[in-house]
Protein backbone atom coordinates (compact mmCIF):
# COMPACT_ATOMS: atom_id res chain seq x y z
CA UNK A 1 0.00 0.00 0.00
CA UNK A 2 2.81 2.60 0.71
CA UNK A 3 3.99 2.22 -3.30
CA UNK A 4 0.25 3.93 -4.48
CA UNK A 5 0.80 7.43 -4.84
CA UNK A 6 -2.22 9.68 -3.90
CA UNK A 7 -2.90 9.97 -7.26
CA UNK A 8 -3.66 6.38 -7.37
CA UNK A 9 -5.81 6.18 -4.67
CA UNK A 10 -7.87 8.78 -5.47
CA UNK A 11 -8.86 6.81 -8.77
CA UNK A 12 -10.09 3.79 -6.91
CA UNK A 13 -13.78 3.24 -6.45
CA UNK A 14 -15.54 3.46 -3.10
CA UNK A 15 -15.89 -0.26 -3.05
CA UNK A 16 -12.09 -0.78 -3.77
CA UNK A 17 -11.47 1.75 -0.49
CA UNK A 18 -14.13 0.82 1.69
CA UNK A 19 -12.41 -2.78 1.22
CA UNK A 20 -9.10 -1.47 2.76
CA UNK A 21 -8.24 -2.44 6.38
CA UNK A 22 -6.80 0.27 8.92
CA UNK A 23 -4.02 -0.91 8.92
CA UNK A 24 -3.33 -0.26 5.11
CA UNK A 25 -5.02 3.37 5.73
CA UNK A 26 -3.07 4.28 8.48
CA UNK A 27 0.44 3.16 6.85
CA UNK A 28 -0.43 4.80 3.30
CA UNK A 29 -1.55 8.31 5.33
CA UNK A 30 1.38 8.17 7.64
CA UNK A 31 3.82 7.73 3.86
CA UNK A 32 2.08 10.49 2.10
CA UNK A 33 0.48 12.67 4.38
CA UNK A 34 3.11 15.78 3.48
CA UNK A 35 2.55 14.86 -0.15
CA UNK A 36 -1.70 14.81 0.29
CA UNK A 37 -3.47 17.74 -1.75
CA UNK A 38 -6.44 18.55 1.27
CA UNK A 39 -8.66 16.81 -1.12
CA UNK A 40 -6.84 13.81 -1.12
CA UNK A 41 -6.39 13.78 2.47
CA UNK A 42 -9.93 13.97 2.92
CA UNK A 43 -10.57 11.29 0.83
CA UNK A 44 -8.13 9.12 2.93
CA UNK A 45 -9.71 10.07 6.40
CA UNK A 46 -13.33 9.02 4.99
CA UNK A 47 -12.15 5.72 3.55
CA UNK A 48 -10.01 5.16 7.45
CA UNK A 49 -13.39 6.28 9.06
CA UNK A 50 -15.31 3.79 7.36
CA UNK A 51 -12.61 0.79 7.96
CA UNK A 52 -12.88 2.26 11.66
CA UNK A 53 -16.19 1.53 12.21
CA UNK A 54 -16.24 -1.80 10.11
CA UNK A 55 -12.88 -2.95 12.29
CA UNK A 56 -14.24 -1.58 15.55
CA UNK A 57 -17.83 -2.80 15.25
CA UNK A 58 -16.14 -6.69 14.41
CA UNK A 59 -14.08 -6.52 17.25
CA UNK A 60 -16.64 -5.69 19.90
CA UNK A 61 -18.96 -8.50 18.52
CA UNK A 62 -16.23 -10.82 18.65
CA UNK A 63 -15.09 -9.80 22.43
CA UNK A 64 -18.59 -10.07 23.05
CA UNK A 65 -19.12 -13.68 22.10
CA UNK A 66 -15.40 -14.71 23.78
CA UNK A 67 -16.37 -13.20 26.99
CA UNK A 68 -19.87 -14.65 26.97
CA UNK A 69 -18.59 -18.38 26.29
CA UNK A 70 -15.55 -17.46 28.78
CA UNK A 71 -17.98 -16.68 31.45
CA UNK A 72 -19.77 -19.71 30.76
CA UNK A 73 -16.71 -21.81 30.94
CA UNK A 74 -15.58 -20.72 34.23
CA UNK A 75 -18.97 -20.38 35.58
CA UNK A 76 -20.62 -23.97 35.05
CA UNK A 77 -17.00 -25.62 35.62
CA UNK A 78 -15.45 -26.45 39.50
CA UNK A 79 -12.26 -23.93 40.17
CA UNK A 80 -9.59 -26.83 39.95
CA UNK A 81 -11.22 -28.20 36.51
CA UNK A 82 -11.17 -23.91 35.62
CA UNK A 83 -7.37 -23.84 36.80
CA UNK A 84 -6.55 -26.92 34.82
CA UNK A 85 -7.86 -25.59 31.53
CA UNK A 86 -6.46 -22.37 31.86
CA UNK A 87 -2.68 -24.33 32.65
CA UNK A 88 -3.71 -26.42 29.30
CA UNK A 89 -4.43 -23.70 27.47
CA UNK A 90 -1.20 -21.69 27.89
CA UNK A 91 0.73 -24.55 26.41
CA UNK A 92 -1.43 -24.88 23.49
CA UNK A 93 -0.80 -21.12 22.90
CA UNK A 94 2.80 -22.05 23.58
CA UNK A 95 2.53 -24.50 20.48
CA UNK A 96 0.73 -21.49 18.39
CA UNK A 97 3.23 -19.30 18.93
CA UNK A 98 6.16 -21.88 18.15
CA UNK A 99 4.19 -23.14 14.94
CA UNK A 100 4.06 -19.45 13.67
CA UNK A 101 7.38 -18.53 14.27
CA UNK A 102 8.62 -22.02 12.40
CA UNK A 103 6.08 -21.44 9.57
CA UNK A 104 5.91 -18.06 8.85
CA UNK A 105 4.62 -18.76 5.03
CA UNK A 106 2.12 -21.54 6.22
CA UNK A 107 0.38 -19.66 9.43
CA UNK A 108 -0.09 -16.35 7.56
CA UNK A 109 -3.19 -14.72 8.48
CA UNK A 110 -4.25 -15.27 4.69
CA UNK A 111 -3.89 -19.03 4.78
CA UNK A 112 -6.08 -21.53 6.17
CA UNK A 113 -3.65 -23.22 8.93
CA UNK A 114 -3.24 -19.26 9.84
CA UNK A 115 -6.69 -18.64 10.50
CA UNK A 116 -6.51 -22.20 12.31
CA UNK A 117 -3.77 -21.40 14.38
CA UNK A 118 -5.34 -17.81 15.42
CA UNK A 119 -8.72 -19.36 16.14
CA UNK A 120 -6.71 -21.66 18.11
CA UNK A 121 -4.74 -19.07 20.31
CA UNK A 122 -8.39 -17.28 20.74
CA UNK A 123 -9.77 -20.14 21.90
CA UNK A 124 -6.88 -20.05 24.67
CA UNK A 125 -7.51 -16.95 25.96
CA UNK A 126 -11.38 -17.70 26.49
CA UNK A 127 -9.88 -20.90 28.71
CA UNK A 128 -7.56 -18.72 30.78
CA UNK A 129 -8.30 -15.11 30.54
CA UNK A 130 -10.63 -14.95 33.25
CA UNK A 131 -8.23 -15.99 35.80
CA UNK A 132 -6.53 -12.62 36.00
CA UNK A 133 -9.94 -10.97 35.73
CA UNK A 134 -10.89 -12.97 38.76
CA UNK A 135 -7.40 -11.68 40.26
CA UNK A 136 -8.08 -8.18 39.71
CA UNK A 137 -11.58 -7.96 40.79
CA UNK A 138 -10.22 -9.71 43.90
CA UNK A 139 -7.16 -7.10 44.32
CA UNK A 140 -4.75 -9.71 43.98
CA UNK A 141 -1.48 -8.75 42.73
CA UNK A 142 -3.11 -5.53 40.78
CA UNK A 143 -0.36 -4.36 38.44
CA UNK A 144 0.14 -7.97 37.32
CA UNK A 145 -3.61 -9.37 37.06
CA UNK A 146 -4.64 -5.20 35.32
CA UNK A 147 -1.64 -5.68 32.58
CA UNK A 148 -2.40 -8.94 32.04
CA UNK A 149 -6.44 -8.50 31.54
CA UNK A 150 -5.85 -6.26 29.49
CA UNK A 151 -3.77 -7.55 27.22
CA UNK A 152 -5.77 -10.82 27.39
CA UNK A 153 -8.69 -8.28 26.23
CA UNK A 154 -6.84 -6.88 23.54
CA UNK A 155 -4.75 -9.98 21.91
CA UNK A 156 -7.20 -12.64 22.29
CA UNK A 157 -9.90 -10.05 20.56
CA UNK A 158 -7.40 -9.86 18.11
CA UNK A 159 -6.07 -13.32 17.38
CA UNK A 160 -9.84 -14.02 17.35
CA UNK A 161 -10.88 -11.98 14.56
CA UNK A 162 -7.92 -12.31 12.76
CA UNK A 163 -8.87 -15.91 12.15
CA UNK A 164 -11.99 -14.31 10.44
CA UNK A 165 -11.14 -11.79 8.40
CA UNK A 166 -7.70 -13.35 7.33
CA UNK A 167 -5.66 -9.86 7.55
CA UNK A 168 -4.00 -8.30 11.04
CA UNK A 169 -6.46 -6.07 13.13
CA UNK A 170 -6.66 -3.32 16.15
CA UNK A 171 -2.79 -3.24 15.50
CA UNK A 172 -2.49 0.27 17.22
CA UNK A 173 -4.43 -0.90 20.19
CA UNK A 174 -2.18 -3.82 20.56
CA UNK A 175 1.07 -2.62 20.18
CA UNK A 176 0.78 0.63 21.50
CA UNK A 177 -1.15 -0.10 24.67
CA UNK A 178 -1.43 -3.46 25.60
CA UNK A 179 1.97 -4.29 24.17
CA UNK A 180 3.89 -1.92 26.77
CA UNK A 181 1.01 -2.77 29.39
CA UNK A 182 2.55 -6.50 28.92
CA UNK A 183 6.23 -5.29 29.50
CA UNK A 184 5.09 -3.78 32.72
CA UNK A 185 2.87 -6.28 34.09
CA UNK A 186 5.63 -9.13 33.17
CA UNK A 187 8.27 -7.38 34.79
CA UNK A 188 6.43 -7.29 37.91
CA UNK A 189 5.57 -11.15 37.38
CA UNK A 190 8.76 -11.81 37.15
CA UNK A 191 9.99 -9.80 40.19
CA UNK A 192 7.30 -11.33 42.53
CA UNK A 193 7.94 -14.92 41.07
CA UNK A 194 11.72 -14.88 42.07
CA UNK A 195 13.46 -17.56 42.94
CA UNK A 196 10.48 -19.90 41.63
CA UNK A 197 13.68 -21.15 38.30
CA UNK A 198 10.23 -21.85 35.80
CA UNK A 199 8.10 -18.98 36.55
CA UNK A 200 11.31 -16.49 36.77
CA UNK A 201 12.78 -17.47 33.67
CA UNK A 202 8.98 -17.46 31.69
CA UNK A 203 8.32 -14.09 33.33
CA UNK A 204 12.00 -12.97 31.84
CA UNK A 205 11.03 -14.38 28.36
CA UNK A 206 8.24 -12.56 28.79
CA UNK A 207 9.03 -9.50 29.42
CA UNK A 208 12.02 -8.95 26.70
CA UNK A 209 9.75 -10.68 24.53
CA UNK A 210 7.20 -7.92 25.31
CA UNK A 211 9.96 -5.13 24.79
CA UNK A 212 11.43 -6.43 21.51
CA UNK A 213 7.42 -6.64 19.63
CA UNK A 214 6.48 -3.06 21.24
CA UNK A 215 10.21 -1.50 19.76
CA UNK A 216 9.52 -3.24 16.42
CA UNK A 217 6.00 -1.62 16.51
CA UNK A 218 8.41 1.60 16.87
CA UNK A 219 10.32 0.98 14.63
CA UNK A 220 7.35 -0.09 11.44
CA UNK A 221 5.68 3.47 12.66
CA UNK A 222 8.24 5.64 11.54
CA UNK A 223 9.69 3.42 8.87
CA UNK A 224 5.90 4.29 7.24
CA UNK A 225 6.31 7.88 8.16
CA UNK A 226 9.40 7.66 5.17
CA UNK A 227 9.07 8.50 1.82
CA UNK A 228 8.66 5.39 -0.19
CA UNK A 229 12.42 4.12 -1.00
CA UNK A 230 13.09 4.89 -4.63
CA UNK A 231 17.17 3.91 -5.69
CA UNK A 232 18.34 0.91 -5.69
CA UNK A 233 20.53 1.55 -2.59
CA UNK A 234 17.70 2.87 -0.86
CA UNK A 235 15.28 -0.35 -1.99
CA UNK A 236 18.11 -2.57 -0.58
CA UNK A 237 18.68 -0.88 2.78
CA UNK A 238 15.28 -1.14 3.46
CA UNK A 239 14.80 -4.48 2.30
CA UNK A 240 18.12 -5.24 4.58
CA UNK A 241 16.61 -3.62 7.38
CA UNK A 242 13.18 -5.33 7.41
CA UNK A 243 14.64 -8.60 7.04
CA UNK A 244 16.43 -8.34 9.63
CA UNK A 245 13.85 -7.34 12.12
CA UNK A 246 11.30 -9.48 10.62
CA UNK A 247 13.84 -12.34 11.71
CA UNK A 248 14.18 -11.07 15.57
CA UNK A 249 10.61 -10.65 15.46
CA UNK A 250 10.50 -14.43 14.88
CA UNK A 251 12.64 -15.46 17.25
CA UNK A 252 11.12 -13.75 19.60
CA UNK A 253 8.09 -15.24 18.98
CA UNK A 254 9.02 -18.84 18.96
CA UNK A 255 11.55 -18.50 22.07
CA UNK A 256 10.03 -16.32 24.39
CA UNK A 257 6.38 -16.35 23.56
CA UNK A 258 6.74 -19.96 22.42
CA UNK A 259 8.75 -21.60 24.83
CA UNK A 260 7.91 -18.74 27.67
CA UNK A 261 4.52 -20.20 27.68
CA UNK A 262 5.07 -23.63 27.60
CA UNK A 263 7.26 -22.91 31.18
CA UNK A 264 4.54 -21.26 32.11
CA UNK A 265 1.91 -24.38 31.66
CA UNK A 266 4.56 -26.73 32.96
CA UNK A 267 4.78 -24.07 36.09
CA UNK A 268 1.35 -24.01 36.37
CA UNK A 269 0.58 -27.64 36.33
CA UNK A 270 3.66 -28.78 39.06
CA UNK A 271 1.43 -26.94 41.17
CA UNK A 272 -1.33 -29.53 40.06
CA UNK A 273 -4.05 -27.21 40.28
CA UNK A 274 -7.28 -30.39 40.37
Known amino acids: MRKFTPTQFAWMSTDQTNALSVLQLTTF ?24 MRENAQALATFGGMSTTSYALWSSLPPTWSATAAAVAFGVRGFVFGSQAIFPNATANHKPFGRFLNALGGATFIAAAPGAATGMIQGKDLVVNSTFS ?33 VLGCAVYTLHSWP ?18 WASAIRTDRMNRRSVPRTDADIAAAEKSDKRWGSWDRWTLGITFGIGMLLFSLDSLLAEPW
Open 29 to 52: RATHKKAMTPDQAASVDLALSHAR
Open 150 to 182: LGNVVYGTKSMLQSFTGRPVIRNVAEHLAGPGY
Open 196 to 213: APIATVAGTLFTFGCAEF
